[in-house]
Every structure is written in C-alpha cells, then in structure tokens.
C-alpha cells in the first residue's frame, strides 16, 4: 500500500523560504512523477510541480520564479522549496504520486501559514 | 491556459443521482480525472481517463464525456458521498495540470 506523508514547518516568514518533505513508503520512488500541489484554505487545488527520478521536473508557470524539487531515492524522499513566500502561499501542501496525468496517491496535506 | 468550470453546489436526496459537470473547450478530446474530497481529508481519485474506476471505489461513481462537458454521475447517493469534488485535465500548455473549479455535493 502505497504512503505518502509531508513534513516541515507549519510556520514560515514573509520572504523566507518554505521547505516540505514527502516521505514515500509501499513504493519506489524511481518510478512515476511526484507532486506537489497545494489548496489554500476554502479554496480549489492549485498543481505547484513535479519531479521524475531522473531529475527531470516540471513547475508551474505561475510559481517557476520561486519553486525547486529535489528527490533523495535513498531516503525515498522528494522535496519542494518555494522562495520570497507570501501570505497568498498559506495552504495546505499536498504531496501525491502521478501516472503521468493524474494524481493516483495523496498524502494527507499540511498546513503552512506564512506569518510574522 | 486551459480552463475547467464546474457548479459551486450541487444537491440531491438519499438514493437519488447526482451529475456534476465539468465544461472545458473540446473536454472531450481529453482525458478527465475526477477527485473526492471530504472535509479535512486529502482529495482521492474516484474516476479515471473518463469513466474508470480505481479499485476500491464503488460502482456507483462513473463518469461520461461528450464535447465540451464531462460529468461525474454518483447513483444512489449515500450520505458519505457528501465532499466536494474536482475534475482534473492534463493538458499540453505551459500549466499541464489543471483542476476545475469543484463542485459541493450536499446530500439533502
């Protein structure tokens, strides 16, 4: 059974640098695209980027400017950081495994508020 | 970039069907995903490539796709079928993947 649990801090700066990790258990991380995506709160799901094992990566044109992925096969970890963060980068932060075109497993979300 | 519109609500009575529809240019040339999210929960993929269906979720969720609508169709709707749902396209712009606007099913 595939599992994916994100991590990091719930709390961030305005300006600093947001940093997530997603854990991967049940399944390799060399195969499929591994995501990101977010929802502010009472708001819909918003796709950040993605990253293949051969370090490939995607990222959405709205956020390329600040976002980077890494991936540690090691560890089966992938990871997201997104720079210059404001109050508009408060959600939910979602990891979720991708087939290519769709999103099969999600992790359970966390919440980053970006606050002074 | 490629746009999904979808109802803010939808209402139906125990038992009966509920359509949600997801409109986009040509829809029907695409592949549409469609998601289930409960309040607090992650978002779970019950529809796949228009109408399949990952295992695990019941045969009452199928889905359909002609022109520029797709719907997601939940027969004999249970109270848990209460969520929001969301439609999602992979699409070969700048912005691959796109969500629509979700839909809030209110089981009556």
């Known amino acids: 059974q595939v599992q994916l649990h994100e991590s990091g801090p719930g709390l961030v700066r305005p300006s600093e640098t947001l940093s997530l990790t997603c854990t991967v258990s049940?399944?390799?991380?060399?195969?499929?695209?591994w995501n990101w995506i977010r929802q502010p709160a009472g708001k819909g799901l918003e796709w950040i980027g993605r990253?293949?094992?051969?370090?490939?990566?995607d990222y959405s044109p709205s956020l390329q400017s600040r976002v980077s992925m890494s991936l540690d096969t090691s560890k089966k970890q992938f990871s997201l950081r997104l720079s210059s963060v404001t109050a508009a980068d408060t959600a939910v932060y979602y990891c979720?495994?991708?087939?290519?075109?769709?999103?099969?497993?999600w992790g359970q979300g966390t919440l980053v508020t970006v606050s002074s | 970039s490629y746009v999904l519109t979808q109802p803010p609500s939808v209402s139906v009575a125990p038992g009966q069907t509920a359509r949600i529809t997801c409109g986009g240019d040509?829809?029907?040339?695409?592949?549409v995903h469609w998601y289930q999210q409960k309040p607090g929960q992650a978002p779970v993929l019950v529809v796949y490539d228009d109408g399949d269906r990952p295992s695990g979720v019941p045969e009452r969720f199928s889905g359909s796709s002609s022109g520029n609508t797709a719907t997601l169709i939940i027969s004999r709707v249970e109270d848990g079928d209460e969520a929001d749902y969301y439609c999602?396209?992979?699409?070969?712009?700048?912005?691959?993947?796109?969500f629509g606007t979700g839909t809030k099913v209110t089981v009556l």
């Open positions: 979720a495994r991708g087939p290519s075109a769709l999103f099969d497993h």
């Open positions: 049940g399944d390799s991380i060399t195969t499929y695209y």
């Open positions: 040509k829809i029907r040339s695409k592949s």
């Open positions: 990253m293949y094992s051969t370090g490939t990566t």
């Open positions: 999602q396209v992979w699409d070969s712009g700048s912005d691959p993947y796109v």
